[in-house]
Nanobody, 119 residues
């Protein structure tokens, strides 16, 4: 069992920056593929960025060049650095952990952290 706790959300002006953190409990963090999703009011949850257990990153087109995902396996933490924030980035951001082990898929979600971009 893995528990994920996000932090770092808040209110920021357009063009500003925030860094989200997600700390994972439990062991074997380095074996998990990690990701950040966001969900705006009335919309579906969408993938923002992902980082594999091997450190390969992937970004949605809407955040490419502005957001950076990284991980620190020694701290069981994944980060999302968000630069040049736009109003359309406003959403609840969720941390996600997933891995396949002996043909079983394990998927965990955090509780979410609100990011509001507004002047």
């Amino acid at each position: 069992q893995v528990q994920l706790v996000e932090s770092g959300g808040g209110l920021v002006q357009p063009g500003g920056s925030l860094t989200l953190s997600c700390v994972a409990s439990g062991s074997a963090f380095s074996s998990y593929n990690m990701a950040w999703y966001h969900q705006a009011p009335g919309k579906q949850r969408e993938l923002v960025a992902s980082i594999s257990s091997g450190g390969i990153t992937n970004y949605s087109d809407s955040v490419k060049g502005r957001f950076t995902i990284s991980r620190d396996n020694a701290r069981n933490t994944v980060y999302l650095r968000m630069n040049n924030l736009k109003a359309e980035d406003t959403a609840v951001y969720y941390c996600n952990a997933r891995r396949t082990y002996y043909s079983m898929a394990y998927v965990y979600w955090g509780q979410g952290t609100q990011v509001t971009v507004s002047s």
